[in-house]
């Protein structure tokens, strides 16, 4: 069986413990915890025959007073960068969060920004118009709902191709 790291990246609050709640328990609780360093969780998965573990590292939430812990990121094979769409702010952090693993990953690392809350769609501050360009820049881009589970499998499975080279 295949292990693969994969480290969640994004501010405070924008629903990185609640999609991997979603994908590995297919549970939603709306009472926010915030997650102090890294919380690890794992799933395993079968990808159109490959059996793989995917070994989720869900890292603390940055904000402009706090930095991401950046040897979290060691040994990463893939990476989500996550934004909430009802606050544009985090799609701003996330964009500074991918540029910086980038940098701390070595080679070409498959990585997706995963905007959340779409079931909150008309409170969204995050526009087409972003999404747009963020997608013409080639980015993968995934709207998901942790309290819907909408979009999730699909995300974390899309990833684990790409990890796999699918």
């Known amino acids: 069986m295949i ?61 402009r007073y706090t930095e991401v812990n950046v040897s979290y990121l060691n040994g990463a094979m893939g990476f989500f960068v996550v934004a909430d769409g009802t606050r544009r702010e985090t799609l701003d952090i996330a964009m500074e969060l991918r540029d910086k693993a980038l940098t701390l990953v070595p080679g070409q690392v498959p990585h997706m920004l995963l905007i959340n809350k779409a079931d909150r769609r008309a409170a969204w501050e995050i526009s087409q118009d972003d999404i747009r360009d963020i997608v013409a820049m080639g980015l993968p881009v995934i709207e998901t709902s942790a309290m819907t589970g909408n979009g999730v499998e699909y995300a974390f499975t899309e990833l684990g191709k790409a990890m796999l080279g699918q």
């Open 3 to 63: 292990s693969k790291k994969i480290c969640m990246l994004g501010s405070f609050a924008v629903g990185k413990t609640s999609l991997v709640q979603r994908f590995v328990h297919s549970i939603f609780s709306d009472r926010y915890l915030s997650t102090l360093g890294v919380k690890i969780s794992k799933k395993e998965l079968d990808l159109d025959g490959t059996a793989m573990t995917m070994v989720l590292w869900d890292l603390e939430g940055k904000d």
